[in-house]
């Protein structure tokens, strides 16, 4: 005959065990999780930095180089007619330059 005493003891070593397997298990998926968790925080915030540096480089490309026009298909402006205009433009200057070499 077992002794109920003993019984209870070993009963609550073995829930004992196991609870702390169990605890343990939790402890390092939740440990693994925040470790992924930070790995990819970490990755996202350099791909963040990353795209902010290229687009910086490419506005200062784009104000040290002010000749370069960027026409996007967000633009309301009808082609052709600042094509005309330029060309308008370009014809009165070289009006200009004839009559100013007639004068001098």
Known sequence: MSNPLTEAFILGKAFAEVVTEKVE?????????????????????????????????????????????????????????LLDELRAEIARLKAELNNYRQKS
Not at 35 to 60: H, I, M, N, P
């Open 25 to 81: 298990d939790s402890l390092t998926h939740i440990l693994s999780d925040i470790g992924k968790f930070d790995a990819e925080t970490r990755q996202r915030l350099e791909e963040f930095a990353r795209e902010v540096k290229a687009r910086a480089e490419a506005q200062k490309q784009k104000t040290d180089n002010p000749t370069t026009i960027t026409v996007t298909a967000d633009t309301t402006v009808d082609l052709q007619e």
